[in-house]
């Protein structure tokens, strides 16, 4: 049996965490998988951009640690997008994994999708660990995991292509209120890609702008 290919997407100023992340994974997945880290398999000499483009075309799991460095990084932003692009071919599976961050700084695409939870990046959090490599070990568990994401990738183009549209249709309409009112991510991903005022009667009639719903007044600033 060939070994499972795994690249793990960072930036540098996560160096010290992915290292010790990598070097666990390398001890227990031994003989299972073989993991890319950009600091261990790119020589003096090598094209950078050529030896982590082959590395994430052969990848069958893309680990993307998500930190608040990591976010703001072109270079990651690109690497997300080469692992979206090879889960609509069903050739890979995303591995998100958020160190010291919460949902609300993840990007608004990835949040739907299940992640590991570092709070903390000098010690490896030995629940959040396993829960990570679960999927790699469990065949069965890949399989869940790749049809679970390959349902959200559907939902994100479906809403992509509704939000196009000047005028959605009533099934549209119903799809997209029956996805944000069942997921605050969905929620989270739909609104700030609203451009069409035919939206805004809609979700009107629905209450979304309502009282209630409105983001309550910031607390004053102390002075002094």
Known sequence: ???????ISHTSADHDF?????KRMKKDLKGVADIFVDD???????SIVRKIDEAAQ???FFIIV????S??????KREIDIAFTKLTQKQSKILPVWL????KDVPPILAPLKAAVFKNRVIIDEEQYQK????ILDHEKAKILLRFQESVLDDITHLDLILEKETPTRQEVQFVLKLIKESPVYERYFFPKLYSLEWFDILKAEGYFSPEKAPGPRPAEREG
Request: aromatic share 10%.
């Open 1 to 7: 049996m060939s070994k499972i290919n795994i690249f």
């Open 18 to 22: 992915v290292w010790e992340l990598a």
């Open 40 to 46: 261990w398999e790119i020589k003096v000499g090598d």
């Open 58 to 60: 052969k990848a069958d």
């Open 66 to 69: 998500l930190s608040k460095h």
């Open 71 to 76: 976010i703001k990084q072109e270079w990651v």
């Open 100 to 103: 010291e961050i919460t949902e």
């Open 132 to 135: 990570l490599i679960e999927p």
